[in-house]
């Protein structure tokens, strides 16, 4: 392959790589730029996390980024299950290592705190785990 082949095609994909951009992205230079950038500036996208975030704080949002979040401005796949306590474990563990029950004790430890989707999904897991012996 010639060098300037070469260089048409890396131009190319940087190109390509470039004018697309996820849902999450688009929605994050639109509707809720300001709402992103004011409840969830520390969190990394990707995964879900950003919409998660901003779901979270849904009655603080701007009636814009509202209404875009209702359209699916930040639509997850369908595919994807719902993590509830997504958001909260980014604002409260995000800095703990998966493992060895370590996020879900670090939850515990800001059970004041989380969100009430985040309690809500604890308390219904809870229910269907059988009592301890």
């Known amino acids: 392959m010639t060098n300037t082949m070469q260089i048409s095609l890396t131009t190319l994909a940087l190109a390509c790589a470039v004018a697309w951009q996820p849902p999450v992205a688009q929605a994050q230079g639109g509707a809720c730029a300001a709402d992103v950038k ?61 493992g060895e029950g370590r996020v879900l004790k670090c939850l515990d430890a800001h059970a004041a705190e989380l969100s009430a989707a985040c309690m809500a999904h604890r308390a219904k897991v809870a229910a269907r785990k059988p009592a301890a012996q």
Not at 80 to 96: G, I, L, N, S
């Open 38 to 98: 004011k409840f969830c500036a520390d969190v990394k996208p990707g995964e879900d996390r950003v919409r998660s975030c901003l779901a979270s704080h849904r009655a603080e949002l701007s009636e814009p980024c509202r209404k875009a979040l209702d359209a699916g401005g930040f639509a997850k796949p369908k595919q994807r299950p719902q993590r509830p306590c997504a958001a909260d474990v980014e604002r409260f563990c995000k800095d703990v290592h998966p």
